[in-house]
């Protein structure tokens, strides 16, 4: 309950003050001031889980044929992700182990910039630190959450004004039922598969099955993107929790610093796919900038970007970085000296 009013305060402070994204950045600010003030805050569990699903068919919704018939033009921008992914294995590895003195498995899964639990999951099989893992990723989603919007508007000069969808008593009640069955059957069968963040592929897959088909035509309403926008938020604060000054000092410090690296590289190859006239500087700057993909989906839906654009790359960097962790685990448990 503390958690919730306190996430509540922050969306309406925020509001008032004319914050942009007062219901993503209201929550996120207030919640992490209190983690970092040891307020007994907690998580909202299933239901944050449940609040990604939303934006997981808000993607499915905007793959439309017309879309899919411009995969062929994102081919060579996507070609570019394994190499952005290997300059980042080999920058950030040493990077952790040599300057900030991880581990092998923990600088390992802390450089890759795959999906928080999944590096936390596979870097404790590898022998990582999970505490260590859990707050470099936390930080790295923080920084560029927050300064995402200040550089799109800023530098690209883009407005977060876009409409995120109209509200649900302008939606026809048999589509608002399509895709909350759409949400809660691809979350759920996601799961039962293994799909890795099943909550926002699992929803999406089918979802996009059924734009396809031409039987969902609309996003979800605004009131549910704010919905998501604001447990998202609270999740980001909330990983602070119990946050101790030498944690602070060396590795939230070390999440910071890679932000840096990570901002270079990614800035490089945007720069790239815009020169090459592959993708417009917002979209570019969207599709590889190293924050996590619900984040990211939510400023591409704020900024007008082009949505299909923008998580066609982030998936492709989520699926290989989730493919090689397996791999780098075996290879990290094999090079490991006998006790």
């Not at 509200?167 to 009640?173: D, E, G, K, M």
């Not at 604001?230 to 410090?253: D, K, P, S």
């Amino acid at each position: 309950m503390a958690t919730f009013a306190l996430a509540a305060t922050g969306t309406g402070v925020f509001w008032l003050l004319g914050v942009p994204l007062p219901f993503l950045f209201g929550p996120m600010a207030f919640c992490l001031a209190g983690a970092l003030l040891h307020v007994p805050l907690k998580g909202f569990g299933q239901i944050s889980v449940a609040a990604r699903t939303i934006l997981g068919v808000a993607v499915g919704a905007s793959i439309t044929p017309e879309v899919v018939g411009q995969l062929p033009r994102m081919a060579l921008s996507v070609a570019l992700i394994p190499i952005f992914i290997g300059l980042i294995a080999l920058i950030g590895v040493p990077f952790f182990r040599r300057i900030w003195g991880f581990d092998a498995p923990t600088a390992y899964y802390a450089a890759m910039p795959g999906g928080l639990q999944d590096m936390i999951l596979f870097g404790i099989e590898a022998g990582g630190d999970p505490r260590a893992l859990s707050l470099i990723h936390a930080t790295r989603v923080l920084i560029v959450v927050t300064l995402a919007p200040i550089l799109l508007t800023q530098v690209y000069g883009a407005a977060l004004s876009n409409p995120i969808g109209v509200p649900t008593a302008s939606l026809p009640l048999h589509e608002l039922a399509l895709m909350a069955a759409a949400a809660f059957v691809g979350w759920k069968g996601g799961e039962r598969l293994g799909l890795f963040g099943a909550a926002i592929l699992g929803p999406m897959i089918v979802t996009s099955a059924l734009s396809l088909a031409d039987v969902i035509h609309f996003r979800p309403p605004a009131e549910a993107i704010l919905f998501a926008q604001f447990f998202i938020g609270c999740g980001i604060g909330v990983q602070f929790l119990g946050v101790t000054w030498g944690e602070l000092t060396r590795i939230v410090a070390a999440g910071m610093a890679y932000v840096l690296v990570l901002a270079v590289l990614a800035a490089g190859f945007a720069a790239a796919v815009t020169g090459l006239g592959l993708a417009v500087p917002v979209d570019a700057f969207l599709a590889f900038a190293p924050g996590g993909q619900a984040e990211m989906t939510v400023l591409a839906i704020v900024t007008g970007a082009d949505l299909g654009f923008v998580i066609t790359h982030h998936l492709t960097r989520i699926v290989l970085v989730i493919i090689g962790a397996p791999v780098a685990a075996r290879f990290m448990r094999g090079a490991k000296p006998p006790d």
